[in-house]
């Protein structure tokens, strides 16, 4: 049974810094597209990053971009969400995906921000930030 667990979230003061983990026991997990999106209290689901299975690439959400980087390392099986200059507006739900459904071209990444197409999920871990 596939296994994806989120870790890192907390409290912590605007300006300040998180790391957010992801484990998935999907195989083999260079084949996977990862993703992180974010849920925050009476709002959508909404998608943060995604990184490639091979070369690495990232993709971010506007929101996000500059403040957040996405990374992983197929030998742990892990993807990473490294969070920066916090804001209160980032206080959500954070999620981990994992899919690979996705083409297998440059043009993955037009599709990273669907939901849809991820096929795990974790529980998600809860980031607060306070003013």
């Known amino acids: 049974q596939v296994q994806v667990v989120e870790s890192g979230g907390g409290l912590v003061q605007a300006g300040g810094s998180l790391r957010l983990s992801c484990a998935a026991s999907?195989?083999?997990?260079?084949?996977?597209?990862m993703g992180w999106f974010r849920r925050a209290p009476g709002k959508e689901r909404e998608f943060v990053a995604a990184?490639?299975?091979?070369?690495?690439?990232?993709y971010h959400a506007d929101s996000v971009k500059g403040r957040f980087t996405i990374s992983r390392d197929n030998a742990k099986n892990t993807v990473y969400l490294q969070m920066n200059s916090l804001k209160p507006e980032d206080t959500a739900a954070y999620y981990c995906?994992?899919?690979?459904?996705?083409?297998?071209?440059?043009?993955?990444?037009?599709?990273?921000?669907?939901?849809?197409?991820?096929?795990?999920w974790g529980q998600g871990t809860q980031v607060t930030v306070s003013s």
């Open positions: 999907v195989r083999p997990f260079s084949n996977y597209i």
């Open positions: 995906a994992a899919g690979q459904r996705f083409p297998r071209d440059g043009t993955w990444y037009a599709r990273s921000s669907m939901s849809s197409m991820y096929d795990y």
């Open positions: 990184i490639a299975s091979i070369g690495a690439g990232t």
